[in-house]
């Protein structure tokens, strides 16, 4: 599944609506479920991809992040059901009761969901290309839920305890005949803990968790880009009653910079020098983000668009020791509002040139002559 298209797998269109994703979902999921297709192996991999597919797409933010960054964006965690790693949170059992619990048989019959895991949060972070230079330590203020103190987590006021649910009789799902089908989905009464709590705690309502805001430390190492995402494990949200919880993750985004553009691990600057320098060479200093100068020599007769590359003078390869390059492309710059005496050593200057020091524009007049003579003899 790895390798594998999500849109591919449903068979859609990247463009795809929500409703038309959900349509072809359902539609392959009855066609491969193993109820359906017993002892037949191939249908059984194929409707867990379809599963794993439908994990991603049915979301908006985790459809944005595979947009964006493809398979990349959930290889960080434990390997999921296809091949899919489930960074981003809910089980494929999880999947089935919200989109098709009310037809599917088969499922985890008799499985309690005593702990419910907390969701995934998302932070935009926009940091400087200095920062991306050179690391930084930084606080992040981040509003979540966060396991109530008064009950620790369980949702039960301090004192009491819970029973079993009635209604599924401490499974946490119920089963029901539709059709061929066998159906089996989470108890709505319990929302699947098997567990009803007596007195529920009156500071988090049952929930065993209050919203809170938290402050973080997280490292940005040397060298990330534009788009680069961070986790750190465990600081999502609080899960429902004592459950684990969920990840955080932090989404970097570099502002503009006044001198510099980047290409991965290469920056580029345009310098203007004056027509002097360009005609008669010379030199100048260019600032880098090690908040040092590098001189940058210039041969006589540089042209607009030449460029000269500084070597290491770029930005770090994340998690390496080596650096890019930096590109300093010249830009001739025109001088405006001559004096008197300028225009006239101009005037003078211009008189004395000759085909050999502006080949280009000779070349080019010459071009423009053959041109207008061939229309003519046509």
Not at 8 to 24: E, F, N, Q, R
Not at 74 to 99: C, K, P, W
Not at 126 to 140: H, P, Q, R
Request: charged share 30%; glycine share 12%; proline share 5%.
């Amino acid at each position: 599944m790895a390798d594998q298209d999500f849109y591919d797998t449903l068979g859609v269109d990247p463009k795809a609506d929500d409703k038309a994703i959900k349509s072809a979902y359902r539609k392959l999921a009855m066609q491969y479920h193993p109820d359906r297709n017993p002892d037949d192996k191939d249908a059984e991999a194929r409707f867990k991809d379809i599963n794993a597919a439908y994990e991603i797409l049915k979301d908006p933010q985790k459809r944005a992040a595979y947009d964006r960054f493809g398979h990349a964006a959930f290889q960080n965690g434990g390997a999921g059901a296809g091949g899919f790693n489930s960074d981003f949170g809910a089980s494929m059992a999880d999947i089935f009761d919200d989109l098709f619990g009310d037809f599917m048989g088969g499922g985890r019959r008799g499985a309690r969901q005593n702990n419910r895991r907390g969701a995934d949060l998302r932070y935009n972070m926009e940091i400087t290309l200095e920062d991306a230079y050179s690391g930084k330590n930084a606080e992040i203020r981040v509003p979540s839920s966060a396991a109530c103190d008064t009950c620790h987590g369980s949702g039960a006021k301090p004192g009491t305890g819970s029973k079993t649910c009635a209604s599924c009789g401490g499974a946490g799902r119920v089963r029901a005949s539709q059709g061929f089908f066998s159906i089996e989905r989470t108890c709505p009464r319990c929302n699947g803990t098997g567990e009803m709590i007596e007195t529920p705690c009156e500071d988090c309502g049952g929930a065993g968790r209050v919203a809170r805001e938290r402050t973080l430390s997280i490292n940005i190492p040397p060298g990330v880009e534009d788009g680069t995402r961070i986790r750190l494990s465990g600081e999502g949200d609080a899960g429902l009653r004592g459950g684990p919880a969920g990840d955080l993750y932090i989404f970097l985004s570099l502002k503009p910079h006044d001198i510099f553009q980047r290409d991965g691990a290469d920056l580029f600057c345009r310098v203007p020098i004056s027509f002097t320098t360009a005609a008669l060479g010379g030199s100048f200093d260019v600032p880098t983000l090690d908040g040092k100068r590098t001189p940058v020599k210039v041969p006589a007769g540089t042209q607009t668009g030449e460029q000269f590359r500084i070597s290491g003078k770029g930005m770090p390869v994340l998690r390496s020791r080596q650096h890019g390059d930096l590109y300093v492309q010249t830009i001739v710059e025109t001088p405006v509002k001559l004096t008197r005496r300028q225009r006239e050593l101009l005037e003078e200057f211009d008189k004395a040139t000759s085909e050999e020091n502006t080949p280009d524009t000779h070349g080019f007049l010459s071009r423009v002559k053959d041109f207008f003579q061939g229309r003519a003899d046509g």
